[in-house]
């Protein structure tokens, strides 16, 4: 990470505001104990290992509920600004298939022109779903994440079941000793993933969307993918 943007420092603020607005600072204080000691200059391991106490107090002291909105609130967000037009689009309109068809649209163009993937690879990842857009489903969308993008090939050759779902996390607080099967979040933990398309949909809706983790590379999957529960009036 670079001196010039701490990324655990920015994750662990954004975190401990999620923990006081929706549990209260006393619960804030008791989750994030230990929390000065991490920063840019942690070895990941230590980053790992004081993440994996913090969730498991996280989990002493709130709800089910109260855990998932701590932690998509804590997500990386797609551009406002890049979703203004799909908002207006879906505004103006009220079609949702449309909307998503002109997402995906958009991502298969970032595939070819901003990240020149092989052809092959550029087939594999539409064959299986993954992608910013995901598969609509009736009143769901069921989003199947890409590898990480400057791994996308490694991905695909690595034969290594511990290195390839290494590769493919997209957390950069904890994906590089991923590789350890002992290393293992709470599931909780993937719901800071899960806010990344809750964002989108919540931007694009102008509405509250729920999100569910179906399946991470944390926890043996193959992929992390998210079902996206949308309101039943759109």
Same mark, same amino acid.
């Given at each position: *990470?670079?001196?010039?943007?701490?990324?655990?420092?920015?994750?662990?603020? !954004?975190?401990?505001?999620?923990?006081?607005?929706?549990?209260?600072?006393?619960?804030?204080?008791?989750? *994030?104990?230990?929390?000065?000691?991490?920063? %840019?200059?942690?070895?990941?391991?230590? /980053?790992?290992?004081?993440?994996?106490?913090? *969730?498991?107090?996280?989990?002493?002291?709130?709800?089910?509920?109260? +855990?998932? %909105?701590?932690?998509?609130?804590?997500?990386?967000?797609?551009?406002?600004?890049?979703?203004? =037009?799909?908002? !207006?689009?879906?505004?103006?309109?009220?079609?949702?298939?449309? /909307?998503?068809?002109?997402?995906?649209? @958009?991502?298969?163009?970032?595939?070819?022109?901003?990240?020149?993937?092989?052809?092959?690879? !550029? =087939?594999?990842?539409?064959?299986?779903? *993954?992608?910013?857009?995901?598969?609509?489903?009736?009143? !769901?969308?069921? %989003?199947?994440?890409?590898?990480?993008?400057?791994?996308?090939?490694?991905?695909?050759? @690595?034969?290594?079941?511990?290195? +390839?779902?290494?590769?493919? $996390?997209?957390?950069?607080?904890?994906?590089?000793?991923?590789?350890?099967?002992?290393?293992?979040?709470?599931?909780?933990?993937?719901?800071?993933?899960?806010?990344?398309? +809750?964002?989108?949909?919540?931007?694009?809706?102008?509405?509250?969307?729920? /999100?569910?983790?179906?399946?991470?590379?944390?926890?043996?999957?193959?992929? $992390? +993918?998210? %079902?996206?529960?949308?309101?039943?009036?759109?």
């Amino acid at each position: *990470m670079s001196e010039e943007f701490d990324f655990d420092k920015y994750w662990l603020s !954004k975190f401990s505001s999620c923990i006081e607005e929706i549990a209260g600072r006393e619960i804030r204080t008791s989750v *994030m104990e230990g929390c000065e000691e991490i920063s %840019a200059q942690s070895t990941r391991q230590e /980053v790992f290992d004081w993440s994996n106490e913090a *969730m498991h107090r996280l989990s002493e002291l709130v709800n089910n509920e109260e +855990k998932i %909105a701590i932690m998509t609130g804590c997500a990386c967000r797609y551009s406002t600004k890049s979703l203004e =037009k799909y908002q !207006k689009l879906y505004a103006r309109t009220k079609d949702l298939k449309l /909307v998503h068809q002109e997402f995906q649209n @958009e991502f298969e163009s970032f595939l070819e022109t901003n990240l020149k993937i092989e052809d092959k690879y !550029k =087939k594999e990842i539409l064959s299986r779903g *993954m992608g910013t857009a995901g598969k609509l489903q009736g009143n !769901k969308i069921i %989003a199947t994440k890409i590898p990480k993008s400057a791994f996308i090939k490694d991905w695909f050759e @690595e034969t290594d079941p511990l290195k +390839k779902r290494a590769i493919f $996390c997209h957390c950069p607080r904890v994906r590089d000793v991923l590789d350890n099967e002992s290393n293992k979040l709470p599931e909780h933990y993937c719901y800071c993933g899960a806010g990344f398309y +809750k964002g989108i949909w919540e931007d694009i809706l102008q509405k509250e969307v729920k /999100v569910e983790v179906l399946e991470t590379v944390m926890h043996g999957g193959d992929v $992390c +993918k998210i %079902a996206i529960h949308l309101p039943e009036d759109v």
